[in-house]
């Protein structure tokens, strides 16, 4: 497929009208052609409004039309080949391998949202009969499920080119769900988006879908997306990528008249903890793979590890050693643009202006001005519990180090703490039981708590929680990866003493859904 800078405009292809960019070689620095031009604001007034257009007929296409959509764009995405595969590593820098497994997670959520509207549970329907000849008063028949929002607009992050990018998690959840999406693609991978966008649009086109159900508009300015949140037509927004991005989005969708949902997902320290127990029989092994976490893809993870804290005792000395001997070892790396690695000296310095020391910095390989350098700093805790920074997520390749005095140094950081995505236990014989209140807190502060691993990896499942408390994400109650990250894009309705022959089929008595109901109080 010729590369020619189009956007996705409700099926029509299309230029786009202002300010000209394009993608960019992270590590040579070169321009990737085609140039690639600002949507202009016609543009989006028509990707938003063709998409409340489509709203009315895409939510009420059964759930297996949308189920096809679906499975379509995940063959779609496999038969883009190695054209697509290239040009992701030419736009990012990510490695082969890496690509080669974010196709196959983008895959496995599209069909998994599939199979979900294949078995027709997710709507949560619930029946309670009515009784007329209830005393004093008579009792309405009432029966409520999900429904769609409406128009979805999707902003993805640079770091997960295909996962958190234009057919990612928010659009498969959104389509799944019912909703027109309308996807600003990340200015660091527009070619990446270009491809995916005219494949979908074919997947629509060739489904007879109305076209307004999925749009692709490029942009890198904050006036593409800050237009697109403030439309009319827009119902909720799907953001994967940092703090003040996700936070100026969500006070846009505040300030509409109409308020919208903004389901933000942001930055993340995701702390581990080593208790003596652990520390003691495997510390070294510990050190090892929280290295290898902290370092990969050039920590360009919003689950990579930040921060580490242990207590004194048996092991700690070898721990400390280990991480610097394995930080301090490991290879400087490209990011997947240059405002990552620009972004991450600019927090290292920041850090380091306050009580930290610099324990490690991996100089080994190629320190080129385009890659980053894992860094391990350190400091006390009474350094964490009075600089707010140094609880705050430094994207890339660093840890800090705290080495603690006592347990109660733990639980003070821990009450400090921000909200996350997950907080890691390392733990052994009753660490747990002994540590029990420091897990309390812990599990306040995050969407997901692991035992004796490490918090990169996010498992695609029913069970996944990804999210947390905010700044984690800007609404705690919710996933944006696995199946139940459909429940953002809808809400429910009830209706009382309907016709049942009007009623959605999901509500009827003879449930030919055949779909798991609440039906007088009474699962079936
Ligand atoms: P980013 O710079 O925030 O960009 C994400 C998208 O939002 C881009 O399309 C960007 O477009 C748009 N945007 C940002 N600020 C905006 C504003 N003020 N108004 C309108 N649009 C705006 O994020 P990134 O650099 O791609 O990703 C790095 C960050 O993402 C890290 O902090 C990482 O932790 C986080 N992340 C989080 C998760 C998660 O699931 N929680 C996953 C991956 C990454 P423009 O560039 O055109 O403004």
């Not at 070898?318 to 991480?323: D, G, I, M, N």
């Not at 859904?513 to 609440?518: D, K, S, T, V, Y």
């Amino acid at each position: 497929m010729t590369l020619s800078g189009r956007h996705f405009v409700a099926g029509r292809a299309e230029p786009g009208e202002g300010e000209v960019f394009t993608g960019v070689d992270p590590i040579g620095g070169g321009a990737l052609a085609p140039d690639y031009r600002e949507a202009g604001a016609g543009q989006i007034d028509r990707a938003c409004a063709q998409a409340g257009a489509a709203a009315p007929a895409y939510a009420a296409a059964t759930p297996a039309v949308r189920a096809t959509l679906l499975r379509g764009i995940a063959d779609g995405l496999e038969a883009l080949g190695d054209e697509l595969l290239q040009r992701i590593t030419a736009e990012t820098a990510l490695p082969a391998e890496r690509v080669l497994a974010e196709r196959g997670r983008t895959r496995q959520q599209l069909q998994q949202v599939a199979d979900l509207l294949a078995e027709g549970s997710w709507v949560d329907a619930r029946i309670d009969h009515g009784d007329p000849a209830r005393r004093p008063q008579p009792k309405p028949d009432l029966r409520r499920m999900l429904v769609p929002l409406g128009p979805v607009a999707v902003f993805g992050a640079s770091n997960f080119p295909l996962a958190y990018s234009v057919v990612g998690g928010d659009t498969a959840s959104a389509l799944a769900a019912g909703c027109p999406v309308v996807v600003k693609g990340h200015p660091a991978h527009p070619g990446t988006s270009e491809l995916v966008g005219a494949m979908v649009t074919e997947v629509v086109r060739a489904q007879r879908l109305p076209a307004g159900t999925f749009s692709l508009l490029h942009g890198r300015t904050p006036a593409t997306g800050g237009a697109l949140v403030r439309h009319p037509a827009i119902t909720a927004v799907g953001f994967t990528g940092s703090e003040g991005g996700g936070r100026a989005l969500f006070d846009l969708a505040a300030a509409r008249p109409q308020p919208i949902p903004v389901f933000a997902e942001m930055g993340s320290m995701n702390p581990v903890f080593v208790l003596p127990r652990a520390m003691a029989l495997r510390g070294s092994r510990i050190a090892e793979q929280l290295a290898a976490s902290a370092t990969l893809a050039s920590g360009q993870f919003c689950t990579s590890p930040g921060m580490v804290l242990w207590l004194p005792g048996p092991g700690a000395g070898t721990f400390a050693a280990a991480l610097r001997t394995q930080l301090g070892a490991s290879r400087p790396g490209p990011t997947v643009h240059a405002t990552i690695r620009s972004g991450y000296e600019r927090v290292l310095a920041e850090v380091r202006a306050l009580p930290v020391a610099v324990h490690a910095v991996a100089t080994g390989g190629d320190a080129a001005a385009t890659k980053v350098c894992p860094t391990l700093l350190a400091a006390t805790p009474d350094a964490v519990l009075a600089h707010p920074r140094l609880r705050s997520e430094i994207f890339g390749p660093a840890l800090l180090a705290v080495p603690t005095h006592e347990p109660a140094d733990l639980l003070a950081i821990a009450r400090s703490l921000p909200g996350y995505l997950t907080a890691t236990v390392h733990g052994d014989g009753d660490d747990f039981e002994q540590h029990a209140e420091l897990i309390a807190v812990l599990r306040r502060k995050v969407g997901r708590l692991i035992a004796n691993g490490v918090p990169t990896g996010v498992e695609v499942c029913a069970s996944m929680v990804h999210g947390g408390p905010y700044p984690a994400s800007t609404d705690a109650r919710f996933s944006a990866v696995g199946t139940s990250s459909i429940t953002r894009w809808v809400r429910p309705v009830c209706w009382q003493d309907w016709p049942h022959a009007l009623l959605p089929e999901e509500l009827r008595d003879d449930n030919p859904r055949r779909i798991r109901r609440m039906v007088d109080g009474v699962e079936q």
